[in-house]
C-alpha cells in the first residue's frame, strides 16, 4: 500500500474528480497518444484501401500514397480513442485509495456510484481490458471511510481465499478481518493453486501462511522457515496445524502488526 504522503492535495483533489468522471484535455491527448502507440502496427493495414482511392483519383505517386495512408490510419484510431476514452472510468486501485486517504467528501459520490455500478455497461477497450468500476473497490473505499454496512459486507461476503488478498489487511488494518478470514477458509478439503501447473496447498496452509507475517510474537518453536521445511508437503501441513492450534489456544492475547515489510512463502 501506497503511503498516504505519496498523494499531494492536488492529486488527491484530481482523484475526487475522476471519481465523479471529470477528464481534461490534456489527458484525452495523452490516451490518443497511446491508442496511436498501440495501433501503429495495423497503419499498412491501411494501405490498399489508400490504392484504392489512388486509383480512383487516378495518381500515381508513393508520397501522396503513404499521406493518405497516413490519414486513414490516424481518422480510424481518433474516432476509436474518442469512443473509449469516453467510457473511461477511475482505476479501481484509485477507488481504493480515495477510502485509504480517507478523502470524507468522496462519500456521498461513491454510495451513488454503489447504487449504480451493474447499470453501468463494461467496455472493452483497445487494450483488451474491461473499463467497468468493480463493486468491490467501492465497498472497499466505503469500509476504509467508516461505513459499517460495507465492512460488514466484506466480512460476511468478501472473506473467501480467491476473493480477498491478504495484502487487503494492509487496507484495512482490522483484526476482525483476520479473525473472519481464519474462520472463512481453514479447511483441509480444498487445495488452491499457487503455481500453474500444480497440485495445490491445502487452505489451511495457504490461510495460515497469508497471515503468518502480521502476528506478533510468534514462539520461536512455531516461527515459519519454509527453507527448512522444503523436504516434504507434510512438514508445511503440519506447521500450519501448530500455527492455527496456538492462535485459537490465544485468541484473546494475539497481536497484530500492519507496519513494517510483509514476506509470504506461498
Request: proline share 3%; aromatic share 14%.
Amino acid at each position: 500500500m501506497q503511503s498516504r504522503d505519496f498523494y499531494s492535495l492536488e492529486s488527491r483533489k484530481r482523484l475526487v474528480e475522476l471519481l465523479e468522471d471529470k477528464k481534461t484535455q490534456e489527458e484525452y491527448e495523452l490516451h490518443l497518444k497511446y491508442c496511436k502507440m498501440v495501433n501503429l502496427g495495423y497503419s499498412e493495414s491501411f494501405l490498399s484501401h489508400a490504392n484504392y482511392i489512388m486509383q480512383q483519383m487516378e495518381i500515381q505517386n508513393d508520397t501522396i500514397l503513404e499521406q493518405i495512408r497516413d490519414s486513414l490510419f490516424t481518422t480510424s484510431v481518433t474516432r476509436s480513442a474518442n469512443r473509449s476514452f469516453e467510457y473511461k472510468k477511475i482505476e479501481r486501485e484509485l477507488i481504493r485509495m480515495i477510502g485509504y486517504l480517507g478523502l470524507e467528501k468522496s462519500i456521498p459520490i461513491l454510495e451513488r456510484k454503489l447504487e449504480t455500478v451493474h447499470l453501468i455497461p463494461v467496455v472493452w477497450d483497445e487494450t483488451s481490458y474491461p473499463q467497468g468500476e468493480p463493486e468491490k473497490s467501492y465497498r472497499y473505499a466505503l469500509a476504509r471511510l467508516g461505513n459499517e454496512e460495507q465492512r460488514q459486507y466484506i466480512l460476511d461476503n468478501l472473506m473467501d481465499i480467491r476473493e480477498f488478498d491478504r495484502e487487503d489487511f494492509l487496507y484495512f488494518r482490522d483484526d476482525e478481518m483476520i479473525w473472519r478470514y481464519i474462520e472463512v477458509n481453514y479447511c483441509f478439503d480444498k487445495k488452491i493453486i499457487i503455481v500453474s501447473p500444480g497440485d495445490g496447498i491445502l487452505y489451511s496452509l495457504k490461510t495460515m501462511n497469508d497471515i503468518y507475517p502480521f502476528v506478533k510474537n510468534v514462539p520461536e518453536e512455531l516461527k515459519y522457515y519454509p527453507d527448512k521445511r522444503i523436504r516434504g508437503m507434510d512438514m508445511h501441513n503440519q506447521w500450519s496445524k501448530d500455527f492455527y492450534e496456538w492462535l485459537m489456544e490465544n485468541r484473546e492475547k494475539i497481536e497484530f502488526d500492519y507496519d513494517g515489510e510483509k514476506k509470504w512463502f506461498w
